[in-house]
């Protein structure tokens, strides 16, 4: 099946490892032009040096707005335009909601809320301006599965679907589409972090930790990361054309519930 993406320009935010550089490959692989952004310069140029063909490569500190700004400023005059915003940044720490510092609460939130709020009201004229486009959101399903051990993670992903919603309502007369993906647990670097952070707040061994999760998944494994980067690439292709507004939950049967 032919996606539609060749030539076009995506931006891909946390770009630097797991579900983002999955993204990044996947894109690329259908012919994409890639804007690459992190904070790490040589893990950008690592993800570059991976890919069939070259990406543009920007290091930047997306949790503040000078850095998302220039970030999105830097990709469109080295491309010439951005057709597709993926927004990924953002690793909100698990832990004992009663003893989480407000700091880290507000610093999750200006990387992973306040960076994916930006980065689409940077893109948003550039994109009415080229006559449409596709952002996609990468959502963790504490959105709708409250963790009393990732209350921060929950409440961020939650207002995340929210703002999917209203800004696909916002760029709907502009033919810009968004939409959302929602991965429940995901072998990364990242789940490995979690999990030791869930232990300690908890009491546990990681590895108890880790199997419970495992229990929990019906499918017997976790995501892969190309397990979600395919069903990004999708909703960003013109396969996905009539597509706006949803969230879709790509977790292996993992949600308790009927609401996806």
């Known amino acids: 099946m032919d996606l539609g993406l060749q030539d076009k320009v995506a931006l891909v935010t946390g ?25 790490s310069a040589a ?69 992973k809320l306040h960076g994916y709020i930006r980065a689409a009201r940077a893109v948003f004229p550039l994109m009415q301006k080229q006559g449409g486009g596709r952002i996609v959101n990468v959502i963790g399903a504490t959105a709708r599965n409250p963790l009393p051990t990732y209350m921060a993670g929950g409440v961020a992903n939650a207002g995340l ?3 999917t919603k209203g800004l696909a309502d916002l760029g709907a007369p502009h ?6 993906v929602s991965p429940a647990a995901t072998a990364t670097e990242r789940i490995e972090e979690q999990f030791a952070q869930i232990a300690a707040a908890t009491g546990q061994s990681v ?30 292709s013109a396969r996905a054309g009539f597509i706006s507004g949803i969230c879709l ?11 996806l």
């Open 15 to 39: 770009a630097s490892r797991g579900i983002g550089r999955a993204i990044a490959q996947r894109l690329a692989a259908e012919g994409a032009k890639l804007a690459l952004v992190a904070r």
């Open 43 to 111: 893990s950008l140029e690592a993800v570059a040096a991976s890919l069939p063909v070259g990406a543009f490569c920007h290091a930047a500190d997306l949790g503040t707005l000078e850095g998302v700004e220039g970030a999105v400023a830097a990709a469109a005059a080295q491309l010439g335009r951005i057709d597709i915003l993926v927004n990924n940044a953002g690793a909100i720490p698990a832990g004992d909601f009663l003893t989480m510092p407000d700091r880290l609460w507000s610093e999750s939130y200006a990387l």
């Open 161 to 163: 679907v929210n703002f």
């Open 175 to 180: 033919g810009i589409l968004v939409t959302a």
């Open 207 to 236: 590895e108890a930790v880790r199997a419970e999760r495992m229990n929990r998944q019906p499918l017997g494994r976790m995501a892969t990361p190309e397990d979600i980067a395919d069903a990004v690439v999708f909703l960003a």
């Open 249 to 259: 939950t790509v977790d292996g049967n993992s949600t308790r519930g009927v609401w």
